[in-house]
């Protein structure tokens, strides 16, 4: 076939088969004898609309720009508009935006109420289109080849709690990029390959507790960036792999307990530079390579006790500078590298018992005399420090 001959049409075969019908009767027919009425019309109206021809074919709806939004049927065929096959590339027929400009178009954000139990992948499309849950969300047990939440593109707020635990494959939570804030607390434990925790990034704050333990892969906590307020207690603890706290850059408050435990391999706190407030009590035990406490020197109130004890590498308490009551226990003891404890110098009110005890190399004169102006309400112990005084 010559190229420059279109195909002619399939939807013109019908007309073709009728006007080949009656130019044989109008052969066949003897002379002087008329073709019947049906065919000789028919032969007239198919000559008159034939598009067998090129030069006399109708163009094919849309080809004209505004016909496949123009209400009428252009090229005969008895359909108009988005309905003719002939417009379906038209930018007029194109699927209409939904507000929603992620992947996810198809997605539609709404509140969901109740809470939620996460054991399988399929337990996610429960979730997948939830705003806000108003109760609390648990994600457990998943099988080990699930190694990480999957996009969660709605969730901005859980008003429960958020508990993470159990996951033996888990690697990321990134499917939480969304969520800015969770009402109760957030709970991350036996998460045995959990890496980290970027999915958070956008988390401002928490009303509860957040507990980080026994995450024996997580190297470090960044995705935390944005979080500025704890409602309740934070609690880390056992986590050996966790290189340095900078992830609490924006930290400003804990309202209640601040437990930092079995940290194997942070040397500093200076990702807490932001924190003012801790409302009750501050534990900084059994770390291993922490070297100092810098990170704590804009930390002004305290409401409880105050410990450090037990971190072997630790050499100096320069960051407790800015406490001046202590309102409950102070306990400094067991931390075997500490030569200088002038950090409490300012210390002038202790609530309850003061144990400064069993710090191997710090000088004892230099114990007492630092803390020689300290009130304190309870028991007064400094013993056992048998480092040697200069």
Do not use: W
């Amino acid at each position: 076939m010559d190229p420059a001959i279109e195909p002619i049409p399939a939807k013109t075969m019908p007309q073709i088969r009728l006007l080949r019908a009656a130019i044989k009767q109008y052969h066949r027919a003897p002379l002087g004898r008329s073709l019947s009425v049906h065919h000789s019309g028919a032969l007239l109206l198919l000559l008159a609309s034939t598009t067998l021809l090129p030069a006399c074919q109708q163009a094919n709806e849309g080809a004209s720009a505004g016909q496949c939004g123009d209400r009428a049927d252009n090229d005969a065929d008895g359909l108009y508009d988005c309905d003719d096959s002939d417009c379906q590339d038209s930018p007029l027929c194109a699927p209409q935006p939904t507000g929603d400009d992620d992947d996810d178009s198809a997605i539609e954000c709404s509140p969901c109420s109740g809470g939620f139990s996460i054991t399988s992948p399929a337990d996610f499309n429960l979730i997948v289109g939830c705003q806000s849950i108003s109760g609390s969300l648990s994600i457990s047990e998943l099988d080990a080849a699930v190694t990480s939440i999957p996009a969660l593109p709605c969730l901005q707020r859980i008003d429960g709690e958020l508990t993470l635990s159990q996951n033996q494959g888990l690697r990321d939570i990134d499917g939480f990029y969304q969520l800015q804030e969770v009402g109760q607390d957030l709970r991350l434990f036996f998460n045995s390959e959990l890496e980290q925790i970027d999915g958070l990034t956008m988390l401002e704050s928490i009303g509860g507790t957040l507990a980080i333990d026994l995450s024996y892969s997580l190297t470090q906590v960044d995705g935390l960036a944005s979080l500025r307020t704890i409602g309740a207690d934070l609690h880390l603890y056992d986590d050996p792999l966790i290189e340095n706290l900078d992830g609490f850059a924006a930290l400003e408050s804990v309202a209640n307990y601040f437990a930092i435990g079995l940290l194997g391999s942070i040397s500093d706190l200076d990702g807490f530079a932001a924190l003012t407030s801790v409302g009750g009590d501050l534990h900084v035990d059994q770390n291993a390579s922490l070297q100092n406490i810098d990170g704590l020197s804009s930390l002004a109130t305290l409401g409880g006790d105050l410990s450090v004890s037990t971190n072997s590498s630790l050499t100096q308490l320069s960051g407790l500078a800015g406490l001046s009551v202590v309102p409950g226990d102070l306990r400094i003891s067991r931390d075997d590298s500490l030569t200088d404890v002038s950090g409490l110098a300012n210390i002038s009110s202790v609530g309850g018992e003061l144990d400064v005890t069993a710090n191997a190399a710090l000088c004892q004169d230099h114990a007492l005399s630092t803390l020689a102006q300290a009130n304190v309400t309870g028991n007064r112990l400094i013993s056992g420090n048998n480092g040697p005084c200069p």
